[in-house]
């Protein structure tokens, strides 16, 4: 089992950025890629961004390319999520997901709340 704890939301003003942060511990060993995902309240859960072992694969949504950059910490067992020129349509709890093990498994954070308000 893998443990997902995000932090780094928050209150920010339209054009603002926030960075999300996201730590995985327990069984990590067959840690494999992460992301991200966004869900407002009374929406389906939507994918934000991913990022591969190696970091050599990275994908982002259309609606947060070229705002939003996924990265991966040294240690692997860490992804961040820099937000820039943040709009309303941001807003939302945003979740960390990992993949790992043979067969893959899920994992998700609790999430934070990310609010973009003046």
């Known amino acids: 089992q893998v443990h997902l704890v995000e932090s780094g939301g928050g209150l920010v003003q339209p054009g603002g950025s926030l960075r999300l942060s996201c730590v995985a511990s327990g069984r990590t060993l067959g840690l494999n890629s992460m992301a991200w995902f966004r869900q407002v309240l009374g929406k389906e859960r939507e994918f934000v961004a991913q990022?591969?072992?190696?970091?050599?694969?990275?994908y982002y949504a259309d609606s947060v390319k070229g705002r939003f950059t996924i990265s991966r910490g040294n240690a692997k067992n860490t992804v961040y999520l820099q937000m820039d020129s943040l709009n309303p349509e941001d807003t939302a709890v945003y979740y960390c997901n990992a993949l790992s093990g043979s067969p893959p498994q899920n994992s998700w954070g609790q999430g934070t709340q990310v609010t973009v308000s003046s």
């Open positions: 990022i591969s072992w190696s970091s050599d694969s990275i």
